[in-house]
């Protein structure tokens, strides 16, 4: 299985430097990885590096929380789109969620969503599974295929557990097949990645990415 062309090469710790973007983006080249996931903060640099590359540019929207108010996350949409990015993983407003909320969440992703769309971008819907009643996963995914979002990801990989083969089997019985899936949070081990693309992942969100392919070969 070639793993690479599934990886979301991510580095997103808050004391990031320059430095490590230029590593990252050098990595993602190196090993044709699907795109760099990076702080907003560096999405211009990171473009600038990989201008005519395959590689795509991918930030993080209200990250990692997700309860920034709606128009808030728009804007930081609009300011990614602006300095290069291509595709934004955003995360759901969980403090809705967990209210029953939905007309909120429902008027969250759709305003994301067209954010995104209208400027061409792919959008990657964060749901946080590993804090989610499968009730509430389901509604989520309901919703997500309703707006068509083109991925719905696991985990932000900072809060609750991550990716796991169990939650990717449920979200792809319960989306579409036009709708894809990333999973992210934990993944560390090419037994680990095999598993989850698998079992029907389509994106493996990690700050693995090296040490994957590595000891694939």
Sequence with gaps: MQIAPKIDHTYLKPDCTEDTIRQICAEALQYGFAAVCIPPFYVNLAAEILTESSVAVSTVIGFPMGYA?????????????????????VVVNLCAVKSQRWNYVHNDIDSMT??????????????????????????????????????????????GPGASVEIVQKLRKCLPK????KAS?????????????????DRLGTSSGTLLIHSKT
């Design 69 to 89: 108010c709606t128009a808030a996350k728009v804007e930081e949409i609009k300011k990614a789109v602006h300095d290069g990015a291509e595709e934004v993983d």
């Design 114 to 159: 067209r954010a995104a769309h209208l400027n061409g971008k792919i959008i990657k819907v964060i749901i946080e599974t590993g804090l989610l009643e499968p009730a509430e996963i389901k509604k989520l995914c309901s919703i997500c295929s309703e707006l068509e979002v083109d991925y719905v990801k696991t985990s932000t990989g900072f809060n």
């Design 185 to 201: 949070g934990g993944v560390r081990t090419t037994e680990q990645a095999e598993a989850l693309l698998h079992a029907g992942a």
């Design 178 to 181: 036009g709708i894809k899936i």
